[in-house]
């Protein structure tokens, strides 16, 4: 009996928010898009903000996930234009009359205080570009974006929630930027967690 074992589930489909593989029979479909369980309230919720009303300008079966290095590439760049930002920043504020002594002074000497603009600056930096483009200026440069698991824009609310992750990333020795070698669909931690892809264009 068991050698005759049918599987009654029917064919294999792909959630389009984690990309795991499910039976059509467990999937809920929508518009032809396959969503598993777990994702269920994620989708619900993206279908009640009208998410779906925007087409994918993507093919979801061509797409090219963008690697580690090239990831790493766009990010050593974002952080060298965040940098600038801040002198001039400390320029505005400050004056430039008084520009060399105080940047000196907050940056070599107040290493925290130094910290803390940084991290601002570079926190709003990623959340409007990435936010209003898919893509920060190192992202374009290395021709790269930020999109949803559907092929679609990434919304504001879920760039806001990929960046908090990526604090996580970058706290526990960089784990969650070094999954993306191992990751099938190049996910970092902080992809999952705002149900993004980077995609190459």
Same mark, same amino acid.
């Given at each position: 009996?068991?050698?005759?074992?049918?599987?009654?589930?029917?064919?294999?489909?792909?959630c389009?928010? &984690?990309?795991?593989?499910?039976?059509?029979?467990?999937?809920?479909?929508?518009?032809?898009?396959?969503?598993?369980s777990? &994702? =269920?309230?994620?989708?619900?919720q993206k279908?009640r903000?009208?998410?779906?009303?925007?087409?994918?300008?993507l093919n979801?079966?061509?797409?090219?996930?963008?690697g580690?290095?090239?990831?790493?590439?766009?990010?050593?760049i974002?952080i060298?234009?965040?940098?600038?930002?801040?002198?001039?920043?400390?320029?505005t504020?400050?004056?430039?009359?008084?520009?060399?002594?105080?940047?000196?002074?907050?940056?070599?000497?107040?290493?925290?205080?130094?910290?803390?603009?940084l991290?601002?600056?570079?926190?709003?930096?990623?959340?409007l570009?990435?936010?209003?483009?898919?893509?920060?200026?190192?992202?374009?440069i290395?021709?790269?974006r930020?999109?949803s698991t559907?092929?679609t =824009?990434?919304?504001?609310?879920?760039?806001l =929630?990929?960046?908090?992750?990526?604090?996580?990333?970058a706290?526990?020795f960089?784990?969650?930027?070094?999954?993306?070698?191992?990751?099938k669909?190049?996910?970092?931690?902080?992809?999952?967690?705002?149900?993004?892809w980077?995609?190459?264009?």
């Amino acid at each position: 009996m068991d050698n005759h074992y049918v599987n009654f589930q029917g064919t294999r489909k792909q959630c389009v928010e &984690c990309g795991k593989a499910i039976f059509e029979s467990e999937a809920l479909i929508y518009e032809n898009k396959s969503i598993c369980s777990a &994702c =269920k309230p994620i989708f619900i919720q993206k279908l009640r903000e009208g998410i779906f009303n925007e087409k994918s300008d993507l093919n979801l079966e061509k797409i090219k996930f963008a690697g580690f290095w090239i990831r790493a590439g766009a990010k050593i760049i974002d952080i060298v234009i965040v940098y600038f930002l801040c002198i001039v920043a400390t320029a505005t504020m400050l004056g430039v009359a008084y520009i060399l002594d105080v940047f000196f002074n907050i940056f070599w000497h107040s290493q925290y205080e130094a910290s803390i603009l940084l991290f601002s600056l570079f926190f709003i930096y990623n959340v409007l570009l990435i936010g209003s483009y898919g893509a920060t200026l190192g992202k374009k440069i290395f021709k790269i974006r930020v999109v949803s698991t559907d092929g679609t =824009k990434a919304v504001y609310s879920a760039v806001l =929630k990929r960046q908090i992750a990526e604090i996580l990333s970058a706290a526990v020795f960089l784990s969650g930027y070094i999954a993306v070698v191992f990751d099938k669909q190049k996910r970092a931690l902080h992809d999952y967690y705002g149900n993004t892809w980077v995609i190459k264009l």
